[in-house]
């Protein structure tokens, strides 16, 4: 194999494995969460706006396409959902499609790297 070869496979790999960012968990208690969460029920209420994407390679890199894990450790976040605004980092809305997707407060997107 040509050293151009092991360059080009090992950047692909790198790439690959850095598209992982908005793979999320769910957990149980407030205090396990990296980010806790609440889910605006208007729009115009979020700071993001996420789509949930059905399948792992297609969560995005901190544009609001979630990818929701069935254990923690494959998460790059742990996520925990509030019941009132004020107790949560982060303000959510879900979109029905990919291209609505995303930061509607820039601000706040450090949360989710």
């Given at each position: 194999m040509t050293t151009r070869k092991i360059i080009i496979f090992g950047t692909i790999f790198l790439m690959c494995k850095l598209m992982n960012a908005q793979k999320v968990y769910v957990v149980d208690y407030a205090n396990q969460a990296d980010v806790k969460i609440?889910?605006?029920p208007y729009k115009n209420q979020?700071?993001?706006?996420?789509y949930k994407v059905?399948?792992?390679?297609?969560?995005g890199e901190n544009n609001g396409e979630w990818y929701f894990t069935k254990y923690s450790n494959q998460a790059k976040k742990k996520i925990f959902f509030t019941k009132y605004a004020n107790q949560a980092d982060?303000?959510?809305?879900y979109v029905d499609y990919v291209n609505q997707?995303?930061?509607?407060?820039?601000a706040k997107k450090n949360l989710m790297n």
């Open positions: 609440f889910v605006a979020a700071d993001l706006l996420v059905a399948y792992e390679n297609k969560a982060l303000k959510i809305y997707a995303g930061w509607e407060k820039a």
